[in-house]
């Protein structure tokens, strides 16, 4: 049987124009879907980071994707006073509760992966323009955390759980904005706004809770201990709390 060759030329434009992109974007939406059933958390080895840690592992059985940004958050230089000079104790009590969390709670060696480390900021003058405009800061930060963290997210299109509670800092424009538009969806806290929001790949999973609520928790599914290794100064003193910065004073004590 003769094939008619105008045919095979049109099948395969087909094939080459229609058919492989769709094949391939199929392939990358099930990427993302699969990326999308770990749980990513940005982790720091302090209180309410490691309570999150702690309970999508321990309790929840999620598969967990830790990210610690290393690089400078807090201001233009790393000269500048505020920045906190706590990475060597935050890399350590990260490493020493991965092992406590391993070693208590076995199920847990499958579930927690390594830690993803960035160490380098990626700048995106637009995404921070946008973000500048929903005047959420004081004047006075011209660089804030969240911004950063909030950008990395939205750039890797990847929801990822961040430690805020909405205390003591309740009447904060963040913290308003955050109860304002929070809503409760497959079992985690997201914000209601658009995915072209700057802070919609940001989840609030603990938002509302207090650090004595966390605490009666952990106790409850048995990490309290674990939580108490966690670290907060961020000025440390040879290699302990300098008692003094405000994480030192809303450092809470879980017994």
Not at 65 to 74: A, F, G, K, M, R
Not at 244 to 255: A, D, I, L, W, Y
């Amino acid at each position: 049987m003769k094939i008619n060759r105008q045919y095979v030329i049109i099948l395969t434009i087909l094939l080459v124009v229609v058919f492989i992109p769709f094949i391939t974007e199929k392939k990358r939406i099930e990427s993302f879907q699969n990326q999308n059933k770990v749980e990513h958390i940005f982790w720091t080895g302090g209180y309410d980071s490691t309570f999150r840690i702690c309970q999508a592992t321990i309790v929840e059985k999620k598969k967990v994707q830790p990210i610690y940004v290393t690089y400078n958050l807090d201001s233009k230089s790393e000269k500048d006073f505020w920045v906190r000079k706590n990475r060597k104790q935050e890399h350590e009590t990260m490493n020493n509760v991965s092992k406590l969390i391993n070693k208590k709670f076995p199920h847990t060696k499958k579930l927690l992966l390594p830690i993803i480390t960035i160490d380098k900021d990626t700048p995106d003058p637009e995404y921070t323009k946008q973000f500048t405009k929903l005047n959420l800061w004081p004047f006075k930060r011209k660089i804030h955390q969240y911004e950063g963290l909030a950008r990395y997210a939205y750039n890797n299109k990847t929801y990822i759980d961040i430690g805020v509670l909405g205390w003591p800092r309740a009447h904060s424009k963040f913290m308003l904005f955050i109860r304002e538009h929070i809503i409760k969806k497959d079992g985690n806290k997201y914000l209601n706004v658009d995915k072209k929001h700057p802070l919609h790949y940001l989840r609030f999973p603990i938002f509302g809770m207090s650090k004595p609520d966390m605490c009666k928790y952990s106790k409850e599914n048995n990490f309290n201990e674990i939580l108490s290794s966690s670290w907060s100064c961020w000025f440390p003193k040879n290699n302990k709390p300098c008692g003094k910065c405000p994480m030192c004073n809303e450092r809470f004590t879980c017994k």
